[in-house]
């Protein structure tokens, strides 16, 4: 039987962001930037776009803690300049844990995105 903690599930999200972010640098490498490639921290969450791939992989927003909830319009702003719809992924566990969706929603206002916290998705349209 496998058990989840919060370590082996923020570990798996870690790693799972530095390959995406050495992936997405060695596209972005390209000449011109062909795949409109943006990597941008804010705080502990990472915002990763790609506006020619049409990917959630590509476009997310990974690691968001309740801390850079304030800071989400500014990142769908960045999105919205590349009109990219996110995938917004909020940091497994911690105090309040079970409200971020609902913030994460609320901040999101009339945006389509989806919202997903550790491995449980929850889609979410205003």
Known sequence: MLITTESVVERSM?????YTEQRMGVIAQREGNPFGIAIQKFG???????SQLPSTRFNRVVGLTPEEAPALPEILARFAEREVSPQVETRPGGSGSAAKPDLVHRAIG????RVCECCIRRKWTA
């Open 110 to 113: 009339n945006w389509r995105a």
């Open 44 to 50: 502990h969450a990472t915002a990763l776009a790609a």
């Open 14 to 18: 870690q790693a799972d962001l530095r």
